[in-house]
């Protein structure tokens, strides 16, 4: 099998897996072992051919995401934080990438406003976040600050090819998270917690996706 094949493989597995889990158990609290290996199966192919393309960052943290996924979909605290911390150490894996390709000297005005606007809403989840997640308010404010420092570095990636789309799918990825606290500490209704549940889904995945060809086209085109 040729390396375009493995690839294509991949996609067509990563997409079967997110609109099997999309459709069928996105939307509910109780997820079968079935959907919680077809939430991490929407992920796990990206991190293959992350690997296969020798980025060696972005698929440790798509990996990490979809033992994230997967540690999500199950019940208890336990689960929730092992997922947190997955995802905690994918976006640690995705800043250390960003950092090599740091160049403050290359913002613009748009771009010191889009870190001025993620310090602002980094801030806001001490009213509106913290106070309602108890127990878990720690845990919580470390995620907060991590994935802050992710998204501020991927702000200070140097312009290149591929840069709009990785920073499109940050910002996916950051909304998809919002809408996820929203759901699990700050909305009561049933019927809201499910519609959440339905729109973080393809922001999340997509958020994803967006990174990782958007580092492929990134990378490819950075010498060394």
């Known amino acids: 099998m040729s390396v375009s094949e493995i690839v294509s493989l991949m996609a067509l597995l990563s997409f079967t897996a997110f609109v099997a889990y999309w459709v069928l158990w996105s939307h509910k609290d109780l997820v079968p072992m079935a959907g919680s290996v077809a939430k991490a199966a929407a992920v796990a192919p990206l991190a293959v051919i992350a690997a296969m393309a020798g980025l060696w960052p972005m698929a440790l943290g798509l990996g990490l ?5 997967f540690a999500l979909s199950r019940r208890g605290q336990p689960a929730f934080l092992a997922g947190m911390a997955a995802f905690a150490l994918g976006h640690l894996a995705y800043a250390v990438a960003f ?66 789309m990785i920073l499109i799918g940050v910002g996916l990825f950051v909304v998809s998270d919002l809408l996820l606290a929203l759901r699990l500490f700050v909305v009561t209704a049933v019927t809201r917690q499910k519609a959440l549940s339905l729109t973080l889904w393809p922001a999340y995945t997509l958020g994803q996706v967006l990174i990782l060809l958007g580092s492929l086209a990134y990378w490819a085109a950075q010498p060394g």
């Open 65 to 69: 995401g979809a033992l994230g996924d």
């Open 99 to 164: 950092w090599a390709r740091a160049d403050v000297a290359a913002l613009t005005p748009w771009h010191f406003a889009g870190l001025l606007g993620l310090v602002l809403l980094l801030i806001s989840t001490e009213f509106w976040l913290a106070p309602r997640a108890a127990a878990l308010r720690w845990p919580v404010r470390g995620y907060v600050v991590v994935i802050g420092v992710m998204s501020a570095l991927a702000v200070l990636l140097a312009p290149g090819a591929g840069r709009a």
